[in-house]
Each structure stands twice: as structure tokens, then as C-alpha cells.
């Protein structure tokens, strides 16, 4: 079953080193993975002020800087994975350092009929 782990948190909260110990924290638990063959992707985003927000409003386009919504905790980085089941997202999302000052939602990825074009 395929997860996405959504890294909420909020920017300001950690300092310069906390990143660079969350990073290399990250970054070890990412191999770990990969080699287990369960970790297909993982990326940290940059700072929810270098967001753009996209509607379509009656047919009109509407583009925004910042964020879709104004929140305390901001999307800042991803995780999908390919384990057996809901449990084993949830006790890797445990181990993750993010989780310690935010918040880590596990999401089911919904499964998509195979196509020549993906």
C-alpha cells in the first residue's frame, strides 16, 4: 500500500542546527528505506512564502503568492512510501524528526489504472 506523509510544522520554530540535525536525522532514515524498498520519494519544500496558489473561479484563473491558507503549520516537506500497511506508515512517521515540533499526516494514496503516459 502506498502512504504520503505530509510534514506540517511551523518555519519559524526551528533554529539553524535543529535543520541541519533534522536533516541529517531525515536523511539516514530515507536510505534505511530505499534499501529496504520501501521509500519511493522524499523531498523538504522551500519556505511557504516561495508558494503560489492557483484557483479557477467561473472560468477565471485566479494566481496568488503565499500559501492556499494562512496556518500557524505549513506543508514543508513530503514522504511516499510503499509498505504493508497503515502501521508500518505510522511507526515510520513516528521515527521522523519533524515529528517532534509538528505535525506528520499519513495519507493512503489512491491507486490509479496504469497508463502508457504516467
Not at 11 to 40: F, P, R, V, Y
Request: hydrophobic fraction near 35%; glycine fraction near 6%; include cysteine.
Amino acid at each position: 500500500m502506498k502512504y504520503m506523509l505530509l510534514i506540517y510544522g511551523n518555519e519559524e520554530s526551528w533554529t539553524e542546527q535543529e535543520m541541519e540535525d533534522c536533516k541529517m536525522k531525515s536523511m539516514a532514515i530515507c536510505e534505511e528505506l530505499k534499501n529496504q524498498g520501501k521509500l519511493l520519494d522524499a523531498s523538504p519544500l522551500h519556505p511557504v512564502a516561495t508558494a503560489t496558489s492557483i484557483r479557477i473561479r467561473d472560468g477565471h484563473r485566479q494566481i496568488t503568492d503565499g500559501p492556499f491558507a494562512e496556518t500557524a503549520e505549513q506543508l514543508g516537506g513530503y514522504y511516499v512510501l510503499d509498505v504493508e500497511n497503515l502501521d508500518e506508515a505510522i511507526a515510520i512517521a513516528s521515527r521522523l524528526p519533524p515529528a517532534q515540533k509538528g505535525t506528520i499526516e499519513i495519507r493512503p494514496i489512491f491507486p490509479l489504472p496504469e497508463s502508457p503516459a504516467l
